[in-house]
């Protein structure tokens, strides 16, 4: 009854007809976690997409007779110093958080792409240049590396997603270069080669799709270490001037209240971790089926 069930949900297999089972039938086998995790990415992105919606009261909005007022049927989840409405605060800084992860990560995947494909295509001695200078860079930790820069620039939302992005520039160029290098001795490139396509027709259409689509997930994976990364420099006071409703800025303020407000941290703290997780739960989950190993 099962294997029947089965076939008319999924179809045929491959011997009775030809057909192969859908792949959207695998859905039912997904782990409970990565559904919980899809659904918890599902609402930030509804939350960045209409923060207006789902916030109860204005994020800027203040009122000195509700500061400190614990989490209640009004303020779920508490006011803070100002008599603002945590929970609007963090709703409305879920745009800023993702945006900073998502525009960090595409900067740092970008200039990336392009040096680990350069290293991996040029000539010796520009691959060794080029893994040089990326060894050096990859001697310091990410955060160093971020507040090195952002020192340099300046303070500020756009210079913070450039040291984020910057910093993550040598990881991914690694990456890039050791698919490149991988794919350009496949079969079919050696093929296509050989039937006189030219280099950058080779580079576009066999080489450079084949070797950036491991990149993309394991980026995926990253867009967690971006946020986390940025929220930090927030916390240090190196994000979004006050009030900008920012998950790290909350924490920074928030500390100094944590005796009598404790609320005021650790909802922030949670968020960030809880996004952190659902993010990289789901990039693992899409590098485990693009490597073909069981659910």
Avoid: C
Avoid at 237 to 255: K, Y
């Amino acid at each position: 009854m099962a294997q029947t069930l089965a076939t008319v949900i999924v179809g045929p297999a491959a011997g009775e007809g030809g057909y192969r089972p859908l792949r959207l039938a695998r859905l039912g086998q997904v782990r409970p976690g990565l559904w919980l995790a899809g659904l918890f990415v599902l609402l930030l992105l509804l939350a960045a997409a209409t923060p207006g919606a789902l916030a109860p009261f204005d994020p800027l909005d203040a009122s000195a007779r509700l500061a400190f007022q614990p989490p209640s049927e009004l303020h779920w989840l508490g006011t803070d110093e100002n008599g603002r409405d945590v929970l609007s605060r963090l709703i409305h800084g879920v745009r800023s958080s993702l945006f900073m992860g998502l525009a960090a990560t595409a900067l740092g995947l970008a200039w990336g792409a392009v040096l680990g494909l350069a290293s991996g295509l040029g000539p010796r001695w520009l691959d060794a240049a080029l893994m040089r200078g990326i060894d050096v860079l990859l001697a310091f930790p990410d955060l160093l590396l971020a507040l090195v820069i952002i020192t340099f620039f300046g303070q500020g939302t756009a210079n913070l997603i450039l040291a984020v992005g910057i910093a993550g520039v040598p990881r991914y160029a690694r990456l890039v270069r050791a698919q490149t290098l991988n794919v350009r001795h496949a079969g079919y490139v050696e093929a296509a080669v050989t039937l006189g396509q030219s280099r950058l027709a080779v580079v576009l259409r066999h080489i450079l799709p084949n070797a950036f689509k491991p990149v993309l997930i394991l980026a995926t994976i990253g867009i967690g270490g971006t946020i986390t990364a940025g929220a930090a420099l927030s916390f240090l006071g190196f994000g979004a001037p006050p009030p900008a409703p920012e998950w790290g800025a909350m924490m920074a303020i928030g500390r100094s209240f944590l005796a009598n407000a404790p609320w005021l941290v650790a909802w922030p703290a949670l968020i960030i971790t809880l996004t952190v997780v659902s993010i990289s739960a789901i990039g693992r989950e899409l590098l485990r089926r693009s490597e073909g190993k069981p659910l």
